[in-house]
């Protein structure tokens, strides 16, 4: 198995941060849509301590389906906010590489899986 699942989980969990603190620094948005990006970043980062957890005991998961859902509430809720360009920005960016980061974490728990499977429910760590 490749090396670079370990730093899936730990690229989302920079990533959920991030966006936790996106609308406080960059925007001055309603404190609505500020709590809404406040709390899918804590998602994001709830879920890629999870995928941490689960990865250092070596077994597959599906966490990541909720980073995906998360990206695309990202890209969906650039439509409240309104008048502010950077944080528009930051949310499609954010909402981007939440989607593609869960889809190769995806890809590495599939072959986390596959390998698993393989060597009859042991995984071997490369």
Do not use: C
Not at 20 to 30: H, Y
Not at 54 to 82: D, E, H, Y
Not at 89 to 95: L, M, R
């Amino acid at each position: 198995m490749m090396r670079g699942h370990i730093y899936v989980p730990w690229i989302n969990l920079v990533l959920g941060i991030l966006v936790l603190l996106s609308p406080w620094v960059l925007a001055n948005v309603s404190s609505g849509v500020a709590w809404n990006i406040t709390i899918t970043g804590i998602v994001i980062s709830i879920v890629a301590i999870i995928e941490l957890g689960m990865q250092a005991k070596g077994t597959a998961n599906w966490w990541p389906v909720v980073n995906i859902l998360a990206g695309i509430w990202l890209l969906i809720s650039t439509s409240f906010v309104r008048g502010d360009a950077a944080m528009v920005w930051s949310n499609v960016v954010t909402g981007i590489l939440a989607i593609v980061t869960a889809i190769v974490s995806q890809v590495y728990e599939r072959e986390l899986g596959t390998e698993s499977s393989m060597h009859g429910g042991t995984t071997a760590h490369a």
